[in-house]
């Protein structure tokens, strides 16, 4: 659905990847996995014999993480874990790592990414813009500032992506992919879905699969039908970091 809304037609982790020469990645860990999106993306650019290793911190990402390896043909593995400051594997570990819409969840760990990283190793970063979802806000009656969704973007976001990298490795290169997502009105309930999607990060102390509370849901149908459009702003950067800093 993302898709189908996105002005950008360009797949972002297509783009992410662009370029890249995994040849030489064998070991690959991809912090904050999810249902392995980036994996699959990642996969038919790897050498057959690369092993991934999906982490999250939620159990029930294993199955769908370690299907899509699995449908294009690569081995991986797959370890819940709640990544914080640290992680428990030895220096050089890894030729490629990747945090794909993660690392603002565990800013902390980018000095651990430099000493699991080999020195000819590869960090590759996908994050947001901090003036993402802005229409999302409005459409919903909701005030960013102060919401947890703004605080989490801060903590890792295009706009200071490159510096808190640039302290842990030499070479830090950023490729941005502007984009939002229209939404007609034709395409209420896909805009409804979308806030249900965004809803943990919306409003504190929602469950993750907890509904839109009411209010909310008529502010977005008065506002679509109002408008007749609802813009989301959806700008990323990607991150290429190399040559790891590592004592
Ligand atoms: C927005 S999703 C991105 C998933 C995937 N990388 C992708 O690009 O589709 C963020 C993921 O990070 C995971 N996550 C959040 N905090 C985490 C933590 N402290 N440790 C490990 N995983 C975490 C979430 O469970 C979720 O699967």
Same mark, same amino acid.
């Given at each position: ?130 003036? &993402?979802? #802005? @229409? ?6 909701? %005030? =960013?500032?102060?919401?947890?969704? !703004? ?73 679509? &039908?109002? #408008? @007749? ?6 700008? %990323? =950067?990607?991150?290429?970091?190399? !040559?790891?800093?590592?004592?």
């Amino acid at each position: 659905m993302v898709r189908q809304r996105s002005t950008n037609t360009a797949d972002v982790r297509e783009v992410a990847l662009a370029g890249l020469d995994l040849a030489a990645a064998r070991r690959v860990l991809d912090l904050g996995c999810g249902f392995g999106f980036l994996a699959e993306a990642l996969a038919p650019r790897l050498p057959a014999t690369t092993r991934v290793l999906g982490v999250d911190v939620w159990a029930s990402n294993r199955e769908p993480f370690l299907s899509r390896l699995a449908c294009r043909h690569r081995t991986g593995a797959f370890e819940c874990l709640e990544v914080q400051r640290q992680v428990p594997w030895p220096r050089r570990s890894f030729d490629l790592v990747t945090c794909s819409y993660s690392l603002y969840f565990f800013p902390d760990i980018i000095p651990e990414v430099a000493r699991v990283l080999s020195p000819e190793g590869i960090f590759l970063v996908i994050t947001h813009s901090e003036h &993402s979802f #802005r @229409g999302l806000f409005h459409a919903a009656g909701l %005030d =960013a500032e102060g919401s947890r969704l !703004r605080a989490l973007l801060g903590h890792f976001s295009a706009e200071n992506g490159e510096q808190k990298l640039a302290a842990w490795f030499e070479d830090v290169r950023r490729v941005d992919y502007k984009n939002e997502l229209r939404f007609e009105r034709a395409h209420l309930d896909e805009l409804l879905a979308y806030v249900r999607f965004k809803v943990p990060l919306l409003f504190p102390g929602a469950r993750a699969d907890g509904p839109v509370p009411p209010a909310q849901a008529e502010h977005v149908r008065a506002t679509l &039908s109002r #408008r @007749g459009t609802v813009i989301i702003e959806k700008d %990323d =950067a990607i991150f290429h970091c190399r !040559r790891p800093r590592c004592p």
